[in-house]
């Protein structure tokens, strides 16, 4: 995996593939997921989220002319969850790299879902996509001085209206 520190919107190019390495996908084991990914390492502090525990990490991803941590999340044997934290002090703003970070994805996966409200998904910090099964969402969160924007891949989970 290459590693690049993002020039600006002019200088980067829009994804070729999905943030998820090649030759991953979700439900792969731990074993695949070595084989597939230079560099994994444990995470020191494994962190659960929505029942899956993020136990593995490489540093430094670049996609898309945007540098992240990525963490891959298992539920039992099977990878549930990938999420990608932009590194800080990588961009010029994280707003800009939020918004690049979008188009990029838009140029990819067509248009984000609509959200409830005026807001666009760049004035949300937020913006979600499906596709092949997977939920795919762009979330930039904080406060002014101290934002992060984190691209999450995790699988779709749909409920009988039943259970609601």
Same mark, same amino acid.
């Given at each position: 995996?290459l @590693?690049?520190?993002w020039a600006g ?5 829009p994804l ?5 390495p090649?030759?991953v ?9 070595r084989?597939?990914v230079?560099?994994l ?7 659960s !989220?929505?029942?899956? !525990?993020g136990r593995?990490?490489v540093d430094?991803v670049q996609q898309?002319?945007? !540098?992240f941590d990525?963490?891959?999340?298992f539920a ?5 969850r990938?999420?990608?934290?932009l590194q800080?002090?990588t961009s010029s703003?994280?707003?800009?790299a939020f918004?690049?970070l979008?188009?990029? @994805?838009q ?10 409200g ?6 949300a910090?937020?913006?979600s996509w !499906?596709h092949?099964?997977v939920?795919?969402?762009?979330l930039?969160?904080?406060s002014a ?5 984190r691209l999450?891949?995790k699988a779709r989970? @749909?409920?009988?209206?039943?259970? @609601?």
């Amino acid at each position: 995996m290459l @590693l690049a520190v993002w020039a600006g919107p002019a200088a980067a190019q829009p994804l070729a593939q999905p943030l998820i390495p090649p030759g991953v996908h979700l439900g792969v084991t731990v074993s695949e997921l070595r084989e597939a990914v230079p560099g994994l390492h444990p995470v020191p502090r494994p962190q659960s !989220v929505a029942g899956a !525990v993020g136990r593995w990490r490489v540093d430094g991803v670049q996609q898309a002319g945007l !540098v992240f941590d990525e963490t891959f999340f298992f539920a039992g044997p099977a990878l549930q969850r990938v999420e990608l934290l932009l590194q800080p002090g990588t961009s010029s703003t994280s707003g800009e790299a939020f918004a690049h970070l979008v188009a990029s @994805l838009q140029a990819l996966y067509g248009p984000e879902l609509p959200l409830h409200g005026a807001l666009s998904s760049v004035e949300a910090g937020s913006a979600s996509w !499906v596709h092949d099964g997977v939920d795919i969402l762009a979330l930039q969160s904080g406060s002014a001085g101290r934002t992060s924007v984190r691209l999450i891949y995790k699988a779709r989970v @749909l409920k009988d209206a039943g259970e @609601l």
